[in-house]
């Protein structure tokens, strides 16, 4: 059993909205969209301490009782954190207690992401531990051996999100998502793979990214839609 806070993953996938901009307001136009998950992005949010981000997620506790995922993502995974690697799997760390899940990149140092995910473990936060290739999408095996390298790190989700240029490097993602036998959030970006965000759940993602109205991500299709074609299949 997989869950993130109280929304168990086991029974449907989750609807994830990032939030990268006017936390409180965006947390309750997310939580009346359709959104289950928050996904509090916090290389965008130019948080400078803990007490800071600590004040932000009060105001989206105020407005909504989703459950959170902190991230605070590497540049060389798409991030746009600007401060020293300590710093940022420090603030990881010190806001754990505040949050549901953490996401940590599986190209983060090895030690400094056990001690991100030893501090999960104790606090009992959900673990994704995630992979980007903006570059284009590797074969099924190598993929499906790098979802198993996430879960090994100590993920209780695995995520890999690559850049699909063609249908069949779709397929290839819905291929691996459907080998796998551990929970994993798969993700086929750009146009061509859109469509992957309705469909990978059906085959086996937990997780599926969804845009307020601007998309953070290449092929992110809006909450609200999300919500209408996933009502249809689950």
């Keep these: 059993m997989v869950k993130i806070g109280t929304f168990d993953l086991d029974m449907r996938p989750a609807i994830v909205s990032v939030i990268d901009d006017d936390p409180a307001e965006n947390a ?68 754990m207690p505040y949050v549901e899940a953490v996401d940590i990149e599986l190209s983060a140092d090895e030690d400094q992401r056990n001690m991100v995910i030893a501090a999960a473990k104790a606090a009992g936060v959900t673990v994704i531990v995630s992979a980007h290739d903006f570059d284009g999408t590797p074969s099924v095996e190598i993929m499906k051996k790098i979802l198993d390298s996430a ?14 240029k063609s249908k069949q490097d779709v397929l290839d993602v819905l291929q691996a998502t459907a080998d796998m036998e551990k929970p994993v959030c798969t993700i086929a970006m750009g146009e061509i793979g859109k469509h992957s965000r309705i469909v990978a759940p059906c085959y086996g993602s937990r997780l599926t990214y969804g845009a307020i109205a601007q998309a953070v991500a290449p092929g992110q299709i809006k909450i609200h839609e999300l919500k209408s074609a996933l009502e249809i299949l689950f």
Excluded: Y
């Design 151 to 164: 879960h090994e790190a100590g993920g209780d989700i695995a995520k890999l999100a690559v850049m699909a």
């Design 28 to 95: 309750k136009a997310a939580n009346w969209l359709g959104a289950n998950v928050l996904e509090l992005r916090l290389d965008l949010l130019n948080f400078s301490d803990l007490e800071e981000a600590k004040k932000t997620i009060d105001r989206i506790k105020a407005n909504t009782s989703l459950p959170c995922i902190a991230t605070n993502r590497l540049q060389s995974d798409g991030g746009k954190w600007e401060g020293s690697e300590d710093d940022r799997i420090k603030l990881l760390i010190d806001i």
